[in-house]
């Protein structure tokens, strides 16, 4: 009588073995960040003396005091979108390399001309080096994150060039770009005004007074700030490239009436009050009160240009992961 199946001996199963379970892409993603830290954490080490000398002559220089807030703004703005992120870590290498190469260049070329008896000033020195920085830190992103990631933190990781002090050879002509602009501006607003005013060069002629447009009067911090807002509030409330550019770019023509409006201010209050009104904390200190000021039509160019397109940004979801 045939046997039950169950009676006859069991054949061994030639069967492939089960696959290794895939690791989660969140735990890569993890994974590389902790490495990314850990390269951070070298370049820190290797670059840990011109650093604290940035920090230390940014603390004490009134232009560059913003410097310190750069990492922190850069930080925020990658924590409030952490949950947008769509890990894709494909690794860019001839990013990488490139962020490399350039890093090792500019500290090649800064040894090569230091031991050639340069003597660079103190702010281009940093310059260099804080440069030189950025880009071993954006080559070990690309190398660990890859670049699909990084388009991801582009905005984040692009404001961190606002670290780098401008360097001494631009501050001249930037200054004298905003003297001679600012003091046109002013005799504008004297004419609008019906002072009578005679413009010689940088030198505006009042009655019974006459000022000179000085370098400290160009308002190069405040433009600065102001550029630097400019890029922020784009990001956060602007979609698309051109309605960006345009906010940027209108951040000139706002410094230059900022500017020449601070002199008319101070031209009146010196013909009609008394040339005393030189040496008065609205002008010494009347800085951020006349920035506060420019402000408001940035504030106003910026809802026009958000109304052009008021349709919110659709959040970024991440993919189910297996």
Same mark, same amino acid.
């Given at each position: 009588?045939?046997?039950?199946?169950?009676?006859?001996?069991?054949?061994?199963?030639?069967?492939?073995?089960?696959?290794?379970?895939?690791?989660?892409?969140?735990?890569?993603?993890?994974?590389?960040?902790?490495?990314?830290?850990?390269?951070?954490?070298?370049?820190?080490?290797?670059?840990?003396?011109?650093?604290?000398?940035?920090?230390?002559?940014?603390?004490?220089?009134?232009?560059?005091?913003?410097?310190?807030?750069?990492?922190?703004?850069?930080?925020?703005?990658?924590?409030?979108?952490?949950?947008?992120?769509?890990?894709?870590?494909?690794?860019?290498?001839?990013?990488?390399?490139?962020?490399?190469?350039?890093?090792?260049?500019?500290?090649?070329?800064?040894?090569?001309?230091?031991?050639?008896?340069?003597?660079?000033?103190?702010?281009?020195?940093?310059?260099?080096?804080?440069?030189?920085?950025?880009?071993?830190?954006?080559?070990?992103?690309?190398?660990?994150?890859?670049?699909?990631?990084?388009?991801?933190?582009?905005?984040?990781?692009?404001?961190?060039?606002?670290?780098?002090?401008?360097?001494?050879?631009?501050?001249?002509?930037? @200054?004298?770009?905003?003297?001679?602009?600012?003091? #046109?501006? =002013?005799?504008?607003?004297? !004419?609008?005004?019906? /002072?009578? +005013? %005679?413009?010689?060069?940088? @030198?505006?002629?009042?009655?019974?007074?006459?000022? #000179?447009? =000085?370098?400290?009067?160009? !308002?190069?911090?405040? /433009?600065? +700030? %102001?550029?630097?807002?400019?890029?922020?509030?784009?990001?956060?409330?602007?979609?698309?490239?051109?309605?960006?550019?345009?906010?940027?770019?209108?951040?000139?023509? %706002?410094?230059?009436?900022?500017?020449?409006?601070?002199?008319?201010?101070?031209?009146?209050?010196?013909?009609?009050?008394?040339?005393?009104?030189?040496?008065?904390?609205?002008?010494?200190?009347?800085?951020?009160?006349?920035?506060?000021?420019?402000?408001?039509?940035?504030?106003?160019?910026?809802?026009?240009?958000?109304?052009?397109?008021?349709?919110?940004?659709?959040?970024?979801?991440?993919?189910?992961?297996?």
């Amino acid at each position: 009588m045939p046997g039950t199946p169950d009676q006859y001996p069991k054949e061994k199963s030639h069967s492939m073995p089960d696959p290794e379970p895939a690791v989660p892409a969140r735990l890569v993603f993890r994974r590389q960040l902790i490495l990314l830290a850990v390269v951070a954490g070298l370049l820190l080490l290797c670059f840990g003396r011109p650093l604290l000398q940035l920090i230390t002559f940014s603390l004490h220089d009134e232009l560059f005091s913003y410097i310190p807030l750069i990492p922190f703004i850069s930080a925020y703005f990658i924590w409030i979108n952490r949950q947008r992120f769509v890990p894709d870590l494909l690794p860019c290498w001839f990013g990488a390399i490139f962020f490399g190469l350039a890093g090792s260049a500019l500290v090649t070329g800064y040894w090569i001309a230091a031991r050639s008896g340069w003597l660079p000033a103190k702010q281009d020195y940093l310059s260099l080096m804080t440069l030189s920085f950025l880009c071993f830190f954006w080559g070990g992103c690309l190398a660990l994150l890859g670049s699909k990631m990084l388009r991801q933190v582009l905005f984040p990781a692009a404001f961190l060039i606002f670290a780098v002090p401008l360097p001494t050879v631009w501050m001249a002509p930037i @200054d004298t770009f905003f003297q001679y602009t600012s003091a #046109t501006a =002013a005799q504008g607003f004297f !004419g609008l005004y019906g /002072t009578p +005013v %005679l413009r010689d060069g940088l @030198d505006l002629h009042l009655p019974g007074f006459a000022l #000179t447009v =000085a370098p400290e009067c160009s !308002g190069i911090h405040s /433009t600065l +700030v %102001l550029f630097m807002t400019s890029f922020m509030a784009g990001y956060l409330f602007l979609d698309r490239s051109w309605q960006r550019a345009l906010l940027v770019l209108a951040v000139v023509p %706002l410094a230059i009436l900022r500017n020449g409006f601070r002199i008319f201010v101070v031209g009146e209050l010196c013909v009609h009050i008394g040339p005393d009104m030189i040496n008065s904390p609205i002008h010494r200190k009347g800085g951020p009160i006349f920035f506060a000021l420019s402000l408001i039509p940035f504030l106003l160019f910026l809802v026009f240009l958000r109304r052009l397109n008021p349709a919110a940004r659709p959040p970024l979801k991440p993919e189910p992961q297996p």
